[in-house]
């Protein structure tokens, strides 16, 4: 089974910059995020897909980034326009829906970008 | 609100020996708790979760965590380590409060060095 898959692996731009990352979650799974994993630190959602529909995107910096699913498959995060402080990993997970949450999250290898 | 630490920057121990990366936690109700590894360049790779049950849970290549509701610690473990165990953990605890969102919340991660 294929696993998560992300593109582009790494990504330099200069600040102001526009730039979009590519996911595509393991087939089947329904749920679908986003985390940025800033260096020595854990990931932080971003935001969270159930299918086609953005539930949780409380943590999404709006003024900067979108992302979009548009078929509940694949899905894309974008940033516009990059700042400096936008350097980081980040990382697209799947899972599929169970009840009460107990489900595992699959991460990608994530798309590690650099801004200059 | 939930949170997870990870007392330890790093830990080193010898080839051969057990291993044991430690993971605190706070949360408002019953806990789902997770350890990822991360290998450089990579993206996180699941190890294992505690859901409900047995309070040691067995996971991929011979980790497994034991889950201490009184000390709200859990902690990761290998009887004898290897040098290709040399990576970056992260425990993570879901977030099941009252926002329903079911983010993982991740801790700092801790480096784990094998020496031969």
């Known amino acids: 089974e294929a696993g998560v898959v992300q593109s582009p692996r790494y990504k330099i731009i200069e600040k102001k910059q526009p730039v979009a990352f590519w996911c595509n979650p393991i087939?089947?799974?329904?749920?679908l995020y986003w985390y940025r994993q800033n260096l020595g630190q854990g990931p932080e959602l971003l935001i969270r897909?159930?299918?086609?529909?953005?539930?949780?995107d409380s943590q999404l910096p709006k003024d900067r980034f979108s992302a979009e699913r548009l078929k509940g498959v694949d899905s894309t995060l974008k940033i516009q326009p990059a700042e400096l402080g936008d350097s980081a990993v980040y990382l697209c997970?799947?899972?599929?829906?169970?009840?009460?949450?107990?489900?595992?999250?699959?991460f990608g290898p994530g798309t590690r970008l650099l801004v200059l | 609100a939930q949170s997870v630490a990870q007392p330890e920057d790093q830990v080193n121990v010898a080839e051969g020996n057990p291993l044991t990366v430690k993971c605190t936690y706070s949360?408002?109700?019953?806990?789902?708790l997770f350890w990822y590894v991360q290998y450089p360049n990579r993206g996180l790779q699941f190890l294992l979760k505690?859901?409900?049950?047995?309070?040691l849970v067995k996971g991929s290549y011979g980790f497994e965590a034991e889950f201490n509701k009184s000390q709200t610690s859990f902690h990761l473990k290998k009887p004898s380590a290897l040098v290709s165990d040399s990576a970056l953990y992260f425990c993570?605890?879901?977030?099941?409060?009252?926002?329903?969102?079911?983010?993982?919340?991740f801790g700092q991660g801790t480096t784990l060095q094998v020496k031969p």
């Open positions: 897909y159930e299918n086609e529909e953005a539930v949780d």
């Open positions: 505690y859901i409900t049950g047995d309070n």
């Open positions: 087939s089947g799974h329904n749920t």
């Open positions: 949360v408002s109700g019953n806990p789902y």
């Open positions: 993570a605890v879901r977030d099941i409060g009252s926002s329903n969102t079911g983010k993982l919340i």
């Open positions: 997970a799947s899972s599929p829906r169970l009840a009460g949450f107990q489900e595992t999250q699959y």
